[in-house]
T-cell receptor, first 115, second 111 residues
Framework: SAVISQKPSRDICQRGTSLTIQCQVDSQVTMMFWYRQQPGQSLTLIATANQGSEATYESGFVIDKFPISRPNLTFSTLTVSNMSPEDSSIYLC????????????FGPGTRLTVT | TQLLEQSPQFLSIQEGENLTVYCNSSSVFSSLQWYRQEPGEGPVLLVTVVTGGEVKKLKRLTFQFGDARKDSSLHITAAQTGDTGLYLCAGFSDSWGKFQFGAGTQVVVTP
């Protein structure tokens, strides 16, 4: 398994501003992911953070809105740009571990409220 | 259309009762996981199943993987209030080419 931390744990932001969320892992991992989740609902994958190359975004998510950095194998950031109230959500990072099993380990999440 | 169907969406039971949550797909899973998420936390991995017909136990939780690897169930015996949470199944299928989460089952266990 892995220990994953996220900062900030929560924030309240004004519309039109940007917030960068950090994700730190206690070991080197190849696969890191960013998800969005409405409270009590399932997870929606935003993108896969690739080390050394551009992130791979899922349908409906674009780099201009959610730029991602992955400078090394233990760290990634997700920025939510030009925020609107619709961006209010929980943002989670995860890492994949376990050969051929696709097991994921999650950070505690960042609860974002946009006013 | 959900690639991975989870049912029921919501379950409210009293302490001591049993419950079962189901997860199924029309596609074959290469592997399937069950997670539990409590408010304010990220999902926590409970179990991974990869072999058709596999049964795994984790204390009062029993996980079954269908013979055809298209469905799974999570059974909790004698539920406790600490079992309250959002239960998510997730899996990878070669048909989808990606990892997918189910919609989740919110379980509430009352004293």
């Amino acid at each position: 398994s892995a220990v994953i931390s996220q900062k900030p744990s929560r924030d309240i932001c004004q519309r039109g501003t940007s917030l960068t969320i950090q994700c730190q892992v206690d070991s080197q991992v190849t696969m890191m992911f960013w998800y969005r989740q409405q409270p009590g609902q399932s997870l929606t994958l935003i993108a896969t953070a690739n080390q050394g190359s551009e992130a791979t975004y899922e349908s409906g998510f674009v780099i201009d809105k959610f730029p991602i950095s992955r400078p090394n194998l233990t760290f990634s950031t997700l920025t939510v740009s030009n925020m609107s109230p619709e961006d209010s959500s929980i943002y989670l990072c995860s890492v994949e571990m376990g050969q051929n099993s696709y097991e994921q380990y999650f950070g505690p999440g960042t609860r974002l409220t946009v006013t | 259309t959900q690639l991975l169907e989870q049912s029921p969406q919501f379950l409210s039971i009293q302490e001591g009762e049993n419950l079962t949550v189901y997860c199924n797909s029309s596609s074959v899973f290469s592997s399937l996981q069950w997670y539990r998420q409590e408010p304010g936390e990220g999902p926590v991995l409970l179990v991974t199943v990869v072999t058709g017909g596999e049964v795994k136990k984790l204390k009062r939780l029993t996980f079954q993987f269908g013979d055809a690897r298209k469905d799974s169930s999570l059974h909790i015996t004698a539920a406790q209030t600490g079992d309250t949470g959002l239960y998510l199944c997730a899996g990878f299928s070669d048909s989808w080419g990606k990892f997918q989460f189910g919609a989740g089952t919110q379980v509430v266990v009352t004293p």
